[in-house]
């Protein structure tokens, strides 16, 4: 019962320093996405992968890259991290085309960026 | 854009009281409606959810959510709290957006059982 699987679970990083959170899924689901959550704002969209080769950013995509490798994986990169992107990660992934669904999130990443 | 609006940031309660949290948001369309739960330290996990037919919902852990159209509402209730449903409370709409289901979170609440 994996579901989604996010790693790491914690990383401290250095203004400047870039990295990569990974995220993969054994639902066979098709849609995967990023979040943030970061206190009183809630969840917010940084990118997401309608399908299998596709990507389009979401509400927040500024400083970020992704990656979707296969139908099962899909990366979030941080070029050159920088304090504002300390945050909590949450990968999600969802079933599509049936919309009706809901999304499955990961265990989430604590990124702090010093 | 669709949005959600959570209007309580933080709710107090002790156990055995009634719980009733809001949740509006701004679709003109069809739309899907979801409660999500993330418990400390852990992921979202769901709650409930809303796609068709009666519109009073019941999900797990004694929660229930009652979609009203008219008033672009989808409050979450549950009669009787426990310590154990300390937790972040979220309320997330799915709606077409340029070809694309976009979900939607709400700014979250956060509740605090008192034993």
């Known amino acids: 019962n994996a579901g989604v699987t996010q790693t790491p679970k914690f990383q401290v990083l250095k203004t400047g320093q870039s990295m990569t959170l990974q995220c993969a899924q054994d639902?066979?689901?098709?849609?995967m996405y990023w979040y943030r959550q970061d206190p009183g704002m809630g969840l917010r969209l940084i990118y997401y992968s309608a399908s299998e080769g596709t990507t389009d950013k979401g509400e927040v995509p500024n400083g970020y890259n992704v990656s979707r490798l296969n139908k099962r994986e899909f990366s979030l990169r941080l070029e050159s991290a920088a304090p504002s992107q300390t945050s909590v990660y949450f990968c999600?992934?969802?079933?599509?085309?049936?919309?009706?669904?809901?999304?499955?999130f990961g265990q989430g990443t604590r990124l702090t960026v010093v | 854009a669709q949005s959600v609006s959570q209007h309580n940031h933080h709710v107090i309660l002790s156990e055995a009281a009634s719980l009733e949290l809001g949740c509006n948001y701004s679709?003109?369309?069809?739309?899907?409606l979801f409660w999500y739960v993330q418990y400390p330290g852990q992921h979202l996990q769901l709650l409930l959810k809303y796609f068709s037919g009666d519109p009073l919902v019941k999900g797990i852990k004694g929660f229930e959510a009652e979609f009203i159209k008219s008033k672009f509402s989808f409050n979450l209730r549950k009669p009787s709290v426990q310590w154990s449903d300390t937790a972040e409370y979220f309320c997330?709409?799915?709606?077409?957006?340029?070809?694309?289901?976009?979900?939607?979170f709400g700014t979250g609440t956060k509740l605090q059982v008192i034993p």
């Open positions: 999600a992934s969802r079933d599509r085309p049936r919309w009706n669904t809901e999304a499955f």
């Open positions: 679709y003109g369309g069809t739309v899907n």
């Open positions: 639902m066979n689901h098709n849609s």
């Open positions: 997330a709409v799915n709606a077409n957006s340029g070809g694309y289901q976009k979900v939607t």
